[in-house]
């Protein structure tokens, strides 16, 4: 399974765009790159996810290197309610989804 | 619609004793997956079903564990013989088919404490 790196945590001013990167270095060329978060005392949610192309979505953009190999998740203006942890996945041939430990964003007003 | 649903929301049980999670995806998903998560870490993959056949099991997965889907509707977890080490938050998902190019719908998660 391609495997994915995060920073363990990351802060934010509140109303300043937030970049959370991830790399997948080992990624192959059907991989997927999906984001989740999780928001304090919830399930995980969807956040966006994409191939090849940069994707926009009304909660974030996906911005994915040429080589793959990196991705970041963008933000384009943190609120409090942002505050999660992200996780970067790769779902495998099997189609499930492994997580890691995420990014755990703060945002500070 | 209401989205993913799991029965109950807390538990907390006595060690030794056996437990019973149920999971309703939403309608028409034919993917069902369960996790468990504990304090501080990511959600760790135990299982997950194609319509009513359980195509994967973690090794996590002990044989203490089961998960069935019936009718490849409504899924339960069931563990036997609780250990305190059980105490987790368990979550479960689903999806249209498989989560490579589609998005997961998630549940609120049963929390399981063992005493």
């Known amino acids: 399974d391609a495997k994915t790196t995060q920073p363990n945590s990351m802060e934010s001013n509140e109303e300043e765009p937030v970049h959370l990167p991830c790399n997948h270095s080992t990624i192959s060329g059907t991989d997927y790159i999906h984001w989740y978060r999780q928001l304090p005392s919830q399930g995980p949610e969807y956040v966006i996810h994409?191939?090849?192309s940069n994707v926009n979505n009304r909660m974030a953009s996906l911005a994915i290197a040429e080589d793959r190999k990196s991705s970041t998740l963008i933000l384009h203006r943190a609120t409090l309610r942002d505050a999660a942890v992200y996780y970067c996945i790769l779902p495998d041939r099997g189609n499930d989804m492994r997580f890691g430990a995420g990014t755990r964003l703060t945002v500070k007003p | 619609d209401t989205g993913v649903s799991q029965n109950p929301r807390h538990k907390i049980t006595k060690r030794g004793q056996n437990v019973t999670f149920r999971c309703d995806p939403i309608s028409e998903h034919n993917r069902l997956y369960w996790y468990r998560q504990t304090l501080g870490q990511g959600p760790e993959f135990l299982t997950y079903f194609q319509n009513e056949a359980q195509l994967e099991k973690s090794r996590l997965l002990s044989d203490r564990f089961s998960a069935e889907r019936p009718k490849g509707s409504f899924s339960t977890l069931e563990i036997q013989r609780t250990e305190q080490g059980d105490s987790a938050m368990y979550l479960c998902a689903s999806s249209v088919t498989g989560t490579r190019n589609t998005e997961a719908f998630f549940g609120q998660g049963t929390r399981l404490t063992v005493v």
């Open positions: 994409g191939l090849t």
